[in-house]
T-cell receptor, first 115, second 112 residues
């Protein structure tokens, strides 16, 4: 049982490049989400999904796309990377779409630098 | 926008001492959770307290919730060097389904 797996661990992009951050969980969790963590800002929600085929925007969705074709996977796409997207990205999942029923399980993060 | 705000921002104590961290929030909540983050790792869930609960214990952790003051505290008793980490409170706000909002975190250093 690997939990939440994020790849890659580190990535450097040039401005304007695109890439996909991968997130997979093997706990059959319905709820998955993406956060970014910046110094002094805590964690901010980018996008989330309450089940396969359903996604919604969080607090800071601009510049990011997501899709949820399977229960296990929730990739985050950067369409045209900007230096402001330099951050550490965390994927998290929980059993229930309603987080008060179960806590979030986090991956170990992807550290992204955009030059 | 940030819902929970932790206090203090940083705390340094000696091993064996107790550590108290506080979290204040602005709107009504369903529950409040505390997470720990070790350097370079993801967050790990510590404890969840529901809005109708006032106190909860888990091992050396004690969490209180005062909904009238919109505040919570996390007490770690008999701290250990391994407790050195960042601690975050997170709120599940009523009316904000499926969104867990995190504070900016508290950095705890426990000196051996």
């Amino acid at each position: 049982n690997a939990g939440v797996t994020q790849t890659p661990k580190f990535q450097v992009l040039k401005t304007g490049q695109s890439m996909t951050l991968q997130c997979a969980q093997d706990m059959n969790h319905e709820y998955m989400s993406w956060y970014r963590q910046d110094p002094g800002m805590g964690l901010r929600l980018i996008h989330y999904s309450v089940g396969a085929g359903i996604t919604d925007q969080g607090e800071v969705p601009n510049g990011y796309n997501v899709s949820r074709s399977t229960t296990e996977d929730f990739p985050l796409r950067l369409l045209s990377a900007a230096p402001s997207q330099t951050s550490v990205y965390f994927c998290a999942s929980s059993y229930s779409p309603w987080s008060y029923n179960s806590p979030l399980h986090f991956g170990n993060g992807t550290r992204l630098t955009v030059t | 926008s940030q819902q929970g705000e932790e206090d203090p921002q940083a705390l340094s104590i000696q091993e064996g001492e107790n550590a108290t961290m506080n979290c204040s929030y602005k709107t009504s909540i369903n529950n409040l959770q505390w997470y720990r983050q070790n350097s370079g790792r993801g967050l790990v869930h510590l404890i969840l307290i529901r809005s109708n609960e006032r106190e909860k214990h888990s091992g050396r952790l004690r969490v209180t919730l005062d909904t009238s003051k919109k505040s919570s505290s996390l007490l770690i008793t008999a701290s250990r060097a391994a407790d050195t980490a960042s601690y975050f409170c997170a709120t599940d706000d009523t009316g904000a389904n499926s969104k867990l909002t995190f504070g900016k975190g508290i950095t705890l250093s426990v000196r051996p």
